[in-house]
């Protein structure tokens, strides 16, 4: 299997836009032969060539709501998936696939629109499928934007991304089956946020993720968890205690210009 994840940003929020200190160029997913560029922030255009990447490789673009540090590349993303534009009449050769939200679709020009195959207008509960794999949004209470999470079940596996949300009552039900959680996770410890999460409040959310995870990936860093203006990286203590207080059997940190392998996660499976 050569399905991977590809970390251009494991920094979220508004101190890593305006400083990169962690980068904000989102997540690249290989699956099945597929290149998807889920969530492409500030920075994604260079990250994606900085870590020798191929960006006309890529034919699936999600993003998940409108902030900043989810979006604000994607019109860039789109124009480098091509190599071509047009043809000598100026009509734009079509390509790639858009799965987002209608707020989004409301900032992204037509000039840009046109060059899409597909844009498929997205929310919680909704399902598509994209060349067998199933992609079905789910649940996220963040801000006042409209917005999702994507658990995309395939042949071998299932994964979802979580997007920015907070905890809440069937947060744990929608990722049943799910083998491997991309968790943005904003905040260390009890560092509590009303739009985000922290670590020690999804913890027995984790736990009640039935079967058990095989695998979580944790990413999307704020200000408090690593940066300048925290007193400590955060993270590895955050990684210890995951592992201390859950039956996830891998545990992995996000950093950027990270590759990760879906097989080696899912080895114990």
Same mark, same amino acid.
């Given at each position: 299997?050569?399905?991977e ?27 099945n032969?597929?290149?998807t ?39 860039a ?33 037509k ?12 929310? #919680?509960? @909704? ?5 067998? !794999?199933e =992609? $079905?949004? +789910? ?13 995309i079940?395939?042949?071998d ?17 929608q ?27 999804v ?22 968890m ?20 859950t039956d ?5 940190? #996000?950093? @950027?210009?990270?590759?990760?392998k879906? !097989?080696? =996660? $899912?080895? +114990?499976?």
């Amino acid at each position: 299997m050569d399905d991977e994840l590809v970390i251009l940003g494991s920094g979220g929020g508004r101190h890593h836009i305006r400083t990169q200190y962690r980068a904000t160029g989102g997540i690249l997913y290989k699956f099945n032969g597929i290149q998807t560029h889920i969530d492409p922030g500030p920075g994604a255009i260079v990250r994606i060539n900085q870590y020798n990447e191929d960006p006309t490789k890529t034919e699936l673009f999600i993003v998940t709501h409108i902030h900043i540090d989810h979006f604000n590349d994607l019109c860039a993303i789109i124009e480098a998936s091509r190599e071509r534009l047009h043809d000598k009449n100026y009509d734009y050769f079509k390509k790639g696939t858009l799965i987002t939200t209608e707020e989004v679709l409301k900032f992204v020009p037509k000039y840009h629109q046109d060059m899409l195959e597909t844009i498929v207008s997205f929310k #919680a509960g @909704d399902a598509f499928n994209y060349k067998g !794999a199933e =992609i $079905i949004g +789910t649940k996220v209470v963040h801000s006042q934007v409209e917005g999702f999470g994507v658990k995309i079940n395939l042949k071998d596996y299932r994964i979802a991304f979580s997007s920015d949300t907070r905890v809440f009552e069937g947060f744990s039900e929608q990722f049943s089956g799910v083998d491997i959680l991309v968790l943005n996770l904003l905040r260390p410890d009890s560092v509590v946020c009303r739009r985000h999460l922290c670590t020690d409040e999804v913890i027995p959310y984790l736990n009640k993720i039935k079967p058990a995870l095989k695998g979580l990936l944790i990413t999307h860093f704020g200000s408090y968890m690593d940066s300048p203006f925290s007193p400590k990286n955060f993270i590895p203590s955050q990684i210890e205690k995951l592992k201390e207080k859950t039956d996830i059997n891998t545990i992995i940190a #996000a950093e @950027d210009g990270l590759k990760i392998k879906i !097989a080696e =996660i $899912i080895k +114990t499976m």
